[in-house]
C-alpha cells in the first residue's frame, strides 16, 4: 500500500481553527485525517466525513492503529453537500466548533490507477470519488458533442486550447471509444503540448503536464464538485457556532473563488469575518518537499 496522504497546511490549517479541548469538530474531507489526527492530538473531536468507502475503510484502521478511541471521532460516508443530513444521523446535538475542507483527491485516490483520476497512470477513464454515481469520464469524453467538451474544457479546467482538444478527440473516438486514462492523455498531450512547446520556446508552463487541465474539468464535472462546494459551504455555516472559524484549502482558482466570494458574500451579510484577506499558501519548505501542495490556497472565515 502507499503511504499516507501528505497532509497540506497541515498547522496553519489546525491552528486556524483554534482548536478547543473537548469540543466537536467537522472535518468535510476526512481523506487519510492528517487534519483530523492533529485536531485530535489538540484535545478536540471530529466528525469525519468522506463521499469515498475505500477511505473511510482506510481512515477507521488508521485510528485504530494509532489507538484513538471512538469518543474522539465519528466516520460518516457521505457527500458533504449534504452536510445537515449526514450530520443529523449522528447524536450530535450541539453546534461545531469549527469546521475544514481540504479540497480534491487524496494520494490514495490519485495513485489508484483503477480509479482513473490519474494522467500517467494507466486506468479505467472513471475519475468519480463516489463510486455510486452513475455517470463516470468516459461517457463524458465519448458521448458529449464536440461544443459541449469544448466549454467543459474551457470553463471547468480553463484550457486555453480546448477547441482543438475537443476536436481531437471526437476525431479519435470515431475510430473507437476513448476509455483508457493515458490514451487520453496521449490525444491531449499531442494536441495542446505541441502548441505550448511553439510559444513557450520548449517550456510547459512550470512543470505540468500538458492534459492536467482537461483531467480537472473531466474530475469536476463527473464529482459536481463545484455545486457540491457551495452547497457544502452553505451548510457548513449553519451548523457551526459563534467564534467558530471555517478553513477551506482549495487547489485551483475556480474553487479559490466560490471560498473567496461566498467568504465575502456572507462578511457583507454581517454573519462574520473574513480571517484572511489573502489566501494562505504553503511556506518554500513545504513546497519543495510536497510539490502537489504548491497550488494550494487557504482562506478562513470566523462566524460572529
Ligand atoms: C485532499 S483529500 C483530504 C486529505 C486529508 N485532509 C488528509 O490530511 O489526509 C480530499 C478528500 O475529500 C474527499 N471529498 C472530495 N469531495 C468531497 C465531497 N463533496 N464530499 C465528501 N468528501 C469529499 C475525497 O474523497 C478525498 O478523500
Redesign the pocket.
Known amino acids: 500500500m502507499e503511504g ?5 497546511l ?1 498547522k496553519e490549517a489546525v491552528d486556524a481553527l483554534v482548536v478547543r479541548d473537548g469540543r466537536w469538530y467537522l ?11 492533529e485536531i485530535i492530538k489538540r484535545g478536540g473531536k471530529v466528525v469525519g ?4 468507502p475505500q ?1 473511510l475503510k482506510r481512515v477507521q484502521r488508521r485510528f485504530k492503529d494509532l489507538g484513538i478511541t471512538e469518543d474522539k471521532y465519528k466516520l460518516i460516508l ?4 449534504d452536510l445537515k443530513n449526514l450530520v443529523s444521523q449522528t447524536e450530535l446535538r450541539q453546534k461545531f466548533a469549527g469546521a ?1 475542507f ?5 494520494s ?2 490519485l495513485e489508484s490507477p483503477e480509479r482513473g483520476f490519474s494522467f500517467g497512470k494507466s486506468g479505467p477513464l472513471d475519475m468519480r ?2 463510486p455510486s454515481l452513475n455517470v463516470e469520464a468516459s461517457d463524458l469524453v465519448n458521448s458529449l458533442t464536440r461544443k459541449e467538451l469544448y466549454e467543459l474544457f474551457s470553463k471547468m479546467g480553463e484550457e486555453k486550447y480546448s477547441w482543438a482538444v475537443a476536436g481531437a478527440l471526437v476525431l479519435a473516438r470515431e475510430v473507437s471509444p476513448i476509455t483508457n486514462t493515458l490514451e487520453l492523455a496521449g490525444i491531449v498531450e499531442r494536441v495542446v503540448g505541441g502548441r505550448r512547446r511553439k510559444i513557450s520556446a520548449g517550456k510547459i508552463s512550470a512543470g505540468k503536464h500538458p492534459a492536467t487541465r482537461v483531467f480537472q474539468a473531466l474530475r469536476i464535472a463527473v ?1 459536481d ?1 463545484l455545486n ?2 457551495k452547497e ?1 459551504l452553505s451548510n457548513s455555516l449553519d451548523l457551526i457556532e459563534k467564534d467558530g472559524r471555517i478553513a477551506v ?1 482549495s ?1 485551483h482558482s475556480l474553487e479559490d473563488r466560490i471560498v473567496k466570494n461566498t467568504f465575502k458574500t456572507w462578511e457583507i451579510a454581517g454573519v462574520g469575518q473574513v480571517l484572511t484577506k489573502k489566501p494562505i499558501v504553503p511556506n518554500d519548505a513545504e513546497a519543495a518537499e510536497n510539490p502537489k501542495s504548491r497550488s494550494a490556497k487557504m482562506r478562513v472565515f470566523k462566524k460572529l
Request: aromatic share 6%.
Open positions: 499516507y496522504h501528505r497532509s497540506v497541515l472535518d468535510l474531507t476526512v481523506g487519510d485525517a492528517g487534519h483530523s489526527i466525513i468522506d463521499v469515498d477511505v457521505g457527500n458533504f453537500r475544514i481540504d479540497l480534491g483527491v487524496s490514495l485516490q470519488m463516489d464529482n464538485e457540491a462546494l457544502g484549502i487547489f
